[in-house]
């Protein structure tokens, strides 16, 4: 369906974004984007004003700046276990990594970033919708998977990440990614 399509399109995009900082061609595929009159039309827009008009470099720095800190740790702890009970490597990503081991999932070899980071969370919910490792997951079975590992926490981290003092070109990330919880929140409440 083309929902599910432009749902998949933007959990990549923002796993990608949040991934690390974006190369070129991703940074090409973000300044192309167009935007319209809807909150997430304008957040888009934003999105790519600002890929057009900042530096490469600065958007690296801005990265580093949220995400890792430069000596101290960074601003933001993009994990579950964070926002969930105040450490990282507890009790939520242990429960994430048995559902991933029964699904047949796991975190590719050389990734060194526990597996509830926003990124990896965001990019297996693309990977569930498209049916990416020939995995059929119906609406119900993403929404279990949303409801027990993103749900619960993803929009306080978009906010703090639309709100951090060191976002520039990640505040509409930040705005995309709390406006995309709340259209999937709507709707599986809806197919529910």
Known sequence: MEEDLMRAQVYGLLSVLLRSPPDTTV??????????ETPFGQAVAELSRLAQETSPDDITDEFTRLFYGHGAGGELHPYASFYLTGYIYDKPLSNLREDLSRL???????????????SFLLNTMHDLITDVHGQAMDVAGQKDFFDQHIGSWAVRFFEDLEGAENAVFYRPVGTIGQLLMAIENKAFTLAA
């Open 104 to 118: 047949g999932l796991a975190r590719a070899e050389g990734i060194s970033e526990p597996e509830d980071n926003i």
């Open 27 to 36: 940074l090409n595929v973000v300044k192309a984007m167009e935007g319209d």
